[in-house]
Nanobody
Framework: QGQLVESGGGLVQAGDSLRLSCTAS????????MGWFRQAPGKEREFVTT???????YYADSVKGRFTISRDNTKNTVYLQMDNLKPEDTAVYYC?????????????????WGQGTQVNVSS
């Protein structure tokens, strides 16, 4: 109960778009700062973007201008809109929640995690 669940991953071509969703049953996501992280094979999990409880956002330089994080509190859902995807965006994408009021970029500052959704971008 309260587990985060990601959806929306898939296989796309470079330049395409995808929208990932993160929701939870038994947990009100508007009470948390939310983040998206990703992990490619053989690499460490890396920060992608975050949105605070108040709606402040922050992006990794690698995705700035291409990815957009948003939240719909009426649907208890956080989204990651990914445009102009590149092969280097290929990874498992994870949704995570933290209890802080300001933006957080370290995985260690997140308390709850989803199982991840695979995104593959072909060239």
């Amino acid at each position: 109960q309260g587990q985060l669940v990601e959806s929306g991953g898939g296989l796309v071509q470079a330049g395409d778009s995808l929208r990932l969703s993160c929701t939870a049953s038994g947990r009100t996501l508007s009470s948390y700062g939310m983040g998206w992280f990703r992990q490619a094979p053989g690499k460490e999990r890396e920060f992608v973007t975050t949105i605070s409880r108040s709606g402040s956002t922050y992006y990794a330089d690698s995705v700035k201008g291409r990815f957009t994080i948003s939240r719909d509190n009426t649907k208890n859902t956080v989204y990651l809109q990914m445009d102009n995807l590149k092969p280097e965006d290929t990874a498992v994408y994870y949704c995570a929640a933290n209890i802080y009021s300001t933006v957080r970029t370290s995985p260690r500052e997140y308390d709850y995690w989803g199982q991840g959704t695979q995104v593959n971008v072909s060239s």
